[in-house]
C-alpha cells in the first residue's frame, strides 16, 4: 500500500468499494480511490433518500413520530431536532445541497428558530444552545449556505459566547444548573464565560468551523482545535456525558462529540499528523481496524445496519487527508 493506507495495517478500499449501499460505494470510489463518478445528484433518486424525503411535511420539517417527554421539549422544538437529524442524513450520506428543493425548505424551517442574537434556539427551550445551534449551521454551510448572511450572524453569536479559554459550554452548566421543564422555560441564562471550556460542546462547534472555507482558518478555530486536542480521552469536566469511554462511542453523520468527528474536524483545519495527541488518536483507530479492512466500533443509533461502513468511510477521508 501506498500513501494514505500505509498508516494502516489493512486495505479498507475493496470492502467499502464492494459494498451494496450505492452511496457508500460511490464515495469510496471518489473520496477514496479518486474515480471519475456521476454527479452527486445521481445519489439523490436512490430509494433510501427518497424514503426520507416522502416524509416531509409541506413547511420544510420532518415531524418527531417517538415518544415526546413532557420534561424536556415541546412537540414544535422535538420536529426541529427531528428536522437537523434527517437533513444530516441527506447532506452526509446523499450529498444533497440547496439545489434540491427539500433543502431549500428545510433550512428555511431551521432558520425560523435563529434569533436575533444569531443562535438558533429551542432544542433547549429558552436557553442557549451553542453545540445544537453550531450543528445545524455546519449542514447548512455543507449545503451549500456558506455565504449567507444568516451563518455570518450565526459565527458572531458563537464567538460572542465562547468561554474565556476559548472553548464553548452549554451557559447552563456554567452555573452548576441541570436542563428540566423549568430551566427550559425561564429566562435566557447567560454563561459564566471564566468556566472552563467543554469538549463535548467545543467539539461540536468546531465542526461548524471547520466546514466553513474562511472560519476554518481563523485563530479562534485553530485555539478551539488545540483545546479539542488537548482533551482526548479524558474526562469532560461537566455531567452529563462526561465518561471518557464516549469519545469512542460513534455515530454517523456526527451527532456528539467522538474521537472521529474530532479528527475529522481538526484535519480540516489543517492541524498535523505529527501532532502528538493526533498521533495519539490515529493509534487507537489504527489498533482497531479488522481484518476485513473495515472497523467495528461502539455505535450509537445502532438501527443503521451499514454504520459499520459509513464509520469506516469516514476514518478513510480523515487518514487520506492527513497524509495525503
Known amino acids: 500500500m501506498k500513501g494514505w493506507r500505509r498508516r494502516l495495517a489493512f486495505d479498507p478500499?475493496?470492502?467499502l468499494v464492494q459494498a451494496e449501499n450505492a452511496a457508500i460505494n460511490y464515495f469510496a470510489r471518489r473520496d477514496l480511490l479518486g474515480y471519475a463518478v456521476p454527479p452527486v445528484e445521481s445519489l439523490w433518486e436512490l430509494n433510501e433518500a427518497k424514503k426520507l424525503l416522502r416524509k416531509q411535511e409541506d413547511d420544510g420539517s420532518w415531524r418527531y413520530r417517538g415518544v415526546r417527554s413532557t420534561r424536556w421539549r415541546s412537540g414544535e422544538n422535538y420536529d426541529q431536532l427531528e428536522t437537523y437529524r434527517v437533513i444530516g442524513q441527506l447532506i452526509e450520506k446523499f450529498g444533497m445541497?440547496?439545489?434540491h428543493s427539500a433543502v431549500r425548505r428545510a433550512a428555511e424551517y431551521?432558520?425560523?428558530?435563529?434569533?436575533?442574537?444569531?443562535?438558533f434556539r429551542g432544542i433547549y427551550g429558552t436557553q442557549y444552545s451553542p453545540n445544537y445551534s453550531a450543528g445545524i449551521m455546519e449542514l447548512l454551510i455543507k449545503a451549500g449556505y456558506t455565504h449567507d448572511a444568516r451563518i455570518a450572524r450565526g459565527f458572531e453569536w458563537l464567538l460572542d459566547i465562547c468561554q474565556l479559554d476559548g472553548g464553548w459550554a452549554i451557559p447552563l452548566s456554567t452555573l452548576g444548573r441541570r436542563l428540566n421543564a423549568l430551566t427550559m422555560n425561564s429566562a435566557t441564562v447567560q454563561p459564566n464565560r471564566a468556566k472552563p471550556f467543554s469538549h463535548l460542546i467545543t467539539g461540536v462547534v468546531l465542526r461548524a468551523f471547520a466546514a466553513h472555507e474562511l472560519h476554518r482558518a481563523s485563530s479562534e478555530a485553530m485555539n478551539a482545535g488545540a483545546l479539542l486536542a488537548s482533551r482526548f480521552f479524558r474526562r469532560d469536566v461537566y455531567s452529563g456525558r462526561d465518561a471518557a469511554d464516549f469519545w469512542t462511542k460513534f455515530s454517523f453523520p456526527f451527532w456528539f462529540t467522538d474521537l472521529l468527528s474530532s479528527l475529522d474536524s481538526l484535519s480540516r483545519l489543517g492541524f498535523d499528523r505529527e501532532d502528538a495527541a493526533i498521533?495519539?488518536?490515529?493509534?487507537w483507530f489504527v489498533a482497531q481496524q479488522r481484518p476485513s479492512g473495515l472497523w467495528e466500533l461502539k455505535m450509537l443509533r445502532t438501527a443503521d445496519k451499514e454504520l459499520a461502513h459509513w464509520l469506516s468511510l469516514a476514518i478513510c477521508r480523515v487518514v487520506k487527508r492527513l497524509y495525503d
Open 279 to 283: 498521533s495519539r488518536a490515529l493509534d
Open 97 to 99: 445541497t440547496r439545489d
Open 110 to 119: 431551521l432558520f425560523l428558530f435563529q434569533t436575533d442574537e444569531g443562535d
Open 13 to 15: 478500499r475493496p470492502p
